[in-house]
């Protein structure tokens, strides 16, 4: 079955430094790479969208890259900063059916000042 | 424009009750989309309504049923509650079906004791 999975440890960096999250999946080749920021008793808010014939997308501080090979994708916020601070998550289509999202528990990000 | 609304934030039922919970979607939104998401599962999908029929399905039991309304609101319900149903509820809208862009609801926080 898919599975999808995120760094389950919390990441700290310093604040101006780089994040990168990490995004691997199982089983199957996605169309598409959602990536999703939560904070606490709160939604999720839509971040990027990355699509399967697309190595790398950018918006503002923010990079996806999508390597279907490794079946991997990688999160970047550079020049972090303390509201950065958050669970980031990301989410790719069901193999049966790309309207329905499977997601990955989440990694949580703390960007010290 | 308002954001997704859900009603209400917090509940708190016991075994065996039932439950109704309420999304409003953004305006001009006609597709919305409800998740459970539990700290050991993340989130996972229950079901997607676009124009008042429900389109796509999660794997969850019949007791877990929801509908959508003609201005495009939704609500969910929850019938023979079981301490295992606690968790954030939370609905997503979207402009049209096959618009993978999600805007989330803050969620309902449901316990059930």
């Not at chain 2, 023979?80 to 979207?94: I, M, N, Q, R, V």
Request: charged share 20%; proline share 5%; net charge positive.
């Amino acid at each position: 079955s898919q599975k999808i999975e995120q760094n389950s440890e919390a990441l700290n960096i310093q604040e101006g430094k780089t994040a990168t999250l990490t995004c691997n999946y199982t089983n199957y080749s996605p169309a598409y790479l959602q990536w999703y920021r939560q904070d606490p008793g709160r939604g999720p808010v839509f971040l990027l969208l990355i699509r399967e014939n697309e190595k790398e997308k950018r918006k503002e501080r923010l990079k996806v890259t999508f390597d279907t090979t490794l079946k991997q994708s990688l999160f970047h916020i550079t020049a972090s900063q303390p509201a950065d601070s958050a669970t980031y998550l990301c989410a790719l289509p069901n193999a049966g059916n790309n309207r329905k999202l499977i997601w990955g528990l989440g990694t949580s990000l703390a960007v010290n000042p | 424009k308002a954001g997704v609304t859900q009603t209400p934030r917090y509940l708190i039922k016991t075994r065996g009750q039932q439950v109704t919970l309420s999304c409003s979607p953004i305006s001009g939104h006609r597709s919305v989309s409800w998740y459970q998401q539990t700290p050991g599962q993340g989130l996972q999908f229950l079901f997607e309504y676009f124009s008042e029929t429900q389109r796509n399905k999660g794997n969850f039991p019949g007791r877990f049923s929801g509908r959508q309304f003609s201005n495009s609101r939704s609500e969910m319900n929850v019938s023979t509650l079981e301490l295992g149903d606690s968790a954030l509820y939370l609905c997503a809208s979207s402009s049209r079906p096959d618009s993978y862009e999600q805007y989330f609801g803050p969620g309902t926080r449901l316990t059930v004791t």
